[in-house]
C-alpha cells in the first residue's frame, strides 16, 4: 500500500483516505474476495488516528460499499450495486455541509467534561441553584392561578410580561419604551441570532470587542459576515479606535456588552459612552447592547446601561433573567424600533411559534412581586462574596504569576498569566486535578489568559479551585 494522505490539502484525511478505498475497489486494488485492512493496520500504516479510519469506513459503509461484522472484520459489499440494500445517508456528509458551523473544539471540550464529570466547576456562566430564587418561583407557581393562555400568544410575546418589563426597565434601567417595541425571546443568545440573521448579511463589516463573549459564537462565521476586533481595557473600549475601524472597513453595527464585559469584567466608562453615541449617530451604525449583568454592581455606583442614553433609537438593547434569576426560565428581551422589532418577530415566529406562555407567567409575577429587589440585593451580595474568594485565592496560590483587573459587578475575572504556559497542556492538567476554567483563546485573546467564573461554586469550591488550578500550573512548569 503505497498511498500517502496529503496533509497540507483542504480536504480532510478521512475522506482522502475513503476515496482511496473507493477507487481502489473500483480498479481491483482491493479485491471483493479478502478483507479489508483492519482500522488498527491502517492507522500505524498511514501514521493517522484510528479515529481517522473510523471516520473514512463510516463513510464507506454509509455507501453501500463495506460491510463490518464484529469478528469478521471489514469486507467489501456483496451487494455494491445496492440492488437488495438500503443505503444509509452519509451523515458525515451532511454534517459538514452544514451552513451552521459547530462550537469551537475546545468549548465542546469544556461542556461535555462539565457534563460528564463532576469537577469544580470555574468555567460555566450560569448561577449556582442556590443563587435561584427558587421559593419565590415555588410561591408563584404553588399558590396564584395561570390566567394565560396554553395556545399560541402574541408573537412579540406575552403583551402583560411586556408591559411588566416596560415598568422594570424604566425602574431599574432608566429605559423608556412601550410593549410594542419589546420582544421576548428564549434568552439573550436568540435575540442575538436573529438580529445576525434578519439584520446583517454576508460580507457585512461589525465591530466586537477584544477578547469578547461573542468570539466564540459560531453564528457570526456562519453568516459569513466579517469581524472586526476593539481592544478592551478597564474602561472598555475606545471609540477613537472604533472611528478608526469604521473609516477602514464600514462597519455596519457594533456589538457591546458594556456593563461588566464578560470575560474581562471592564465597565464601558461614561465619556466613551457619550463619545459612542455620537460616532453611531453620525455615521448611523446601530448599536447592540447585551445587558447581562447591570444589575450586579458591587458598590452601588450607577449603571445604567447606552439604551438609557439613547436619544434617537440607534441602540437594539439585549437583556435577560439567565444571569440574574435563573437560566432555565429562557426569558430573553429585545428593545428597538418597532420596524426592527416586528421584523425579528417574523423571524422568531417561523422558529418557534412564539414564547412558552407558562415561563412568561412565572417571569412576569416574579418581576412584579416584592421579592424581586430582595432576590437582587442578596444576589449581588454573594457575588461580591466569591469574586472577593476568587481574588483572595489567586493572590495566596499564584502571588506575581498572576495579573487581573478586580471586576466591580457581573461573574467573570479576566486572568493574565505572566509566565509562559501551553494552553492546552494546562486545560488539561487541571481537568485531571478536577478543575475547569475557559482558555483566553477561546474568547479572541491571547494564549496568556484565562478565564474564572465565579457564579457557580461557593466560597470553599472557589478555593480548592484555584489551588488545584495553581497545582496544575506548576506542575507543567517542571516538566
Not at 469584567?265 to 447592547?289: C, T
Not at 452601588?300 to 426560565?329: F, Q, R, W
Not at 466569591?386 to 506575581?400: A, T
Request: with cysteine.
Amino acid at each position: 500500500m503505497d498511498w500517502k494522505p496529503d496533509r497540507n490539502a483542504k480536504k480532510p484525511i478521512y475522506k482522502q483516505l475513503a476515496e482511496y478505498i473507493e477507487n481502489g475497489i473500483a480498479d481491483g486494488t482491493f479485491p471483493p474476495d479478502k478483507p479489508l485492512p483492519s482500522e488498527r493496520f491502517l492507522a500505524n500504516k498511514l501514521q493517522i488516528n484510528r479515529s481517522t479510519v473510523v471516520a473514512a469506513y463510516d463513510e464507506l459503509e454509509s455507501n453501500g460499499l463495506i460491510e463490518r461484522k464484529r469478528g469478521s472484520g471489514t469486507t467489501i459489499s456483496k451487494d455494491i450495486w445496492g440492488m437488495t440494500k438500503k443505503r444509509v445517508p452519509s451523515w458525515n456528509r451532511y454534517i459538514e455541509a452544514g451552513s451552521f458551523l459547530p462550537n469551537l473544539p475546545v468549548t465542546q471540550r469544556i461542556r461535555k467534561e462539565m457534563e460528564e464529570h463532576k469537577l469544580i466547576n470555574l468555567a460555566s456562566g450560569e448561577l449556582s441553584e442556590d443563587l435561584f430564587p427558587i421559593d419565590s418561583l415555588r410561591e408563584i407557581i404553588s399558590t396564584r392561578s395561570f390566567i394565560g393562555s396554553l395556545g399560541y400568544d402574541h408573537p412579540q410575546g406575552n403583551e402583560i410580561l411586556r408591559k411588566t418589563i416596560t415598568k422594570h426597565v424604566k425602574r431599574y434601567r432608566r429605559i423608556e419604551t412601550n410593549p410594542s417595541s419589546i420582544l421576548i425571546t428564549s434568552g439573550a443568545q436568540q435575540a442575538l441570532y436573529l438580529i445576525v440573521q434578519c439584520l446583517l448579511k454576508p460580507g457585512d463589516a461589525i465591530a466586537l470587542e477584544e477578547p469578547s463573549y461573542y468570539y466564540s459564537l459560531p453564528v457570526f462565521k456562519s453568516t459569513g459576515i466579517r469581524p472586526f476586533y476593539l481592544p478592551v481595557d478597564k474602561d472598555g473600549i475606545n471609540p477613537d479606535d472604533l472611528l478608526q475601524l469604521h473609516k477602514k472597513h464600514r462597519i455596519r453595527m457594533i456589538f457591546l456588552n458594556p456593563a461588566f464585559q464578560n470575560p474581562s469584567g471592564a465597565f464601558l466608562h461614561k465619556n466613551r459612552r457619550e463619545k459612542i453615541l455620537e460616532i453611531s449617530s453620525e455615521y448611523g451604525i446601530p448599536i447592540v447592547e447585551d445587558d447581562p449583568y447591570s444589575l450586579t454592581s458591587f458598590n452601588g455606583g450607577e449603571t445604567y446601561p447606552l439604551k438609557s442614553m439613547d436619544e434617537h433609537g440607534n441602540v437594539l438593547y439585549i437583556s435577560s433573567l439567565s444571569k440574574i434569576v435563573a437560566s432555565g426560565l429562557r426569558i430573553g428581551w429585545i428593545i428597538g424600533p418597532k420596524p426592527v422589532i416586528e421584523r425579528l418577530s417574523d423571524a422568531k415566529q417561523q422558529v418557534d411559534f412564539g414564547h412558552a406562555s407558562f415561563t412568561q407567567w412565572i417571569a412576569n409575577d416574579f418581576l412584579e412581586s416584592d421579592d424581586f429587589d430582595a432576590h437582587i440585593n442578596c444576589l449581588v451580595k454573594r457575588l461580591e462574596n466569591r469574586r472577593d474568594q476568587i481574588v483572595k485565592s489567586l493572590r495566596f496560590y499564584l502571588k506575581d504569576d498572576v495579573d487581573f483587573y478586580i471586576p466591580q459587578g457581573g461573574i467573570h475575572l479576566w486572568c493574565k498569566i505572566k509566565k509562559d504556559f501551553n494552553e492546552i497542556q494546562l486545560l488539561e492538567e487541571s481537568i485531571k486535578r478536577g478543575v475547569i476554567y475557559v482558555p483566553g483563546s477561546t474568547l479572541g485573546s491571547s494564549t496568556k489568559y484565562v478565564r474564572f467564573t465565579f457564579a457557580r461554586e461557593n466560597e470553599e469550591n472557589i478555593n480548592e479551585g484555584i489551588k488545584r488550578f495553581a497545582d496544575a500550573f506548576y506542575n507543567i512548569q517542571h516538566k
